[in-house]
T-cell receptor, first 108, second 114 residues
Framework: KNEVEQSPQNLTAQEGEFITINCSYSVGISALHWLQQHPGGGIVSLFMLSSGKKKHGRLIATINIQEKHSSLHITASHPRDSAVYIC??????????FGTGTSLTVIP | ETGVTQTPRHLVMGMTNKKSLKCEQH?????MYWYKQSAKKPLELMFVYSLEERVENNSVPSRFSPECPNSSHLFLHLHTLQPEDSALYLC?????????????FGSGTRLTVV
């Protein structure tokens, strides 16, 4: 069992659609990270959040600490948003638990 | 470009070959990491270096040998690999060891063992 579960595993959307990716975790955390992995392999950090909501451009991340759940939303999706989105939470060993990722494809 | 550079981007090697992966960062970070990413699996931590000292080795087979000659460079030496070692190998760095600051990742080396 993975400490971090993401859904869906794969997602295909039409350009312009509103997209939601979910992350549930089973451990107590101080902060949760959303990462984006481009088709070439590189990973970039999108958000680190410990409560409430953060917004950056068309991306919005929310977290509910009590329910141990976070969502990543993309408004007005675009083909360049096609990537794998990974959720990560710290563990007691001072490292990260990573989700398996959600593969998003946005079709023009 | 994230500030963490990995070379080569792609590598095909036979099971009897010896090769090395290189990672370089000039972000002034004190901790560096090697991760393995296989299809449909979460990122797997392999090695952690903090201030050039290896602080973690997550039960990685001895055919993978890390080296950290200074705080800016990290190598992963490979020898007598198996086909199941084919994966994306990612290097990351952070200001200090731990999760407080998040990680900066390189673009990875796509390794194929034939």
């Amino acid at each position: 069992k993975n400490e971090v579960e993401q859904s869906p595993q794969n997602l295909t959307a039409q350009e312009g659609e509103f997209i939601t990716i979910n992350c549930s975790y089973s451990v107590g955390i101080s902060a949760l990270h959303w990462l984006q992995q481009h088709p070439g392999g590189g990973i970039v950090s999108l958000f680190m959040l410990s409560s409430g909501k953060k917004k950056h451009g068309r991306l919005i991340a929310t977290i509910n600490i009590q329910e141990k759940h976070s969502s990543l939303h993309i408004t007005a999706s675009h083909p360049r948003d096609s990537a794998v989105y990974i959720c990560a939470v710290p563990n007691t060993g001072n490292q990260f638990y990573f989700g398996t990722g959600t593969s998003l494809t946005v079709i023009p | 470009e994230t500030g963490v550079t990995q070379t080569p981007r792609h590598l095909v090697m036979g099971m009897t070959n010896k090769k090395s992966l290189k990672c370089e960062q000039h972000l002034g970070h004190n901790a560096m990491y090697w991760y393995k990413q296989s299809a449909k699996k979460p990122l797997e931590l392999m090695f952690v270096y903090s201030l050039e000292e290896r602080v973690e080795n997550n039960s990685v087979p001895s055919r993978f040998s890390p080296e950290c000659p200074n705080s800016s460079h990290l190598f992963l030496h490979l020898h007598t690999l198996q086909p199941e070692d084919s994966a994306l190998y990612l290097c990351a760095s952070s200001q200090d060891r731990g999760t407080t600051y998040g990680y900066t990742f390189g673009s990875g080396t796509r390794l194929t063992v034939v």
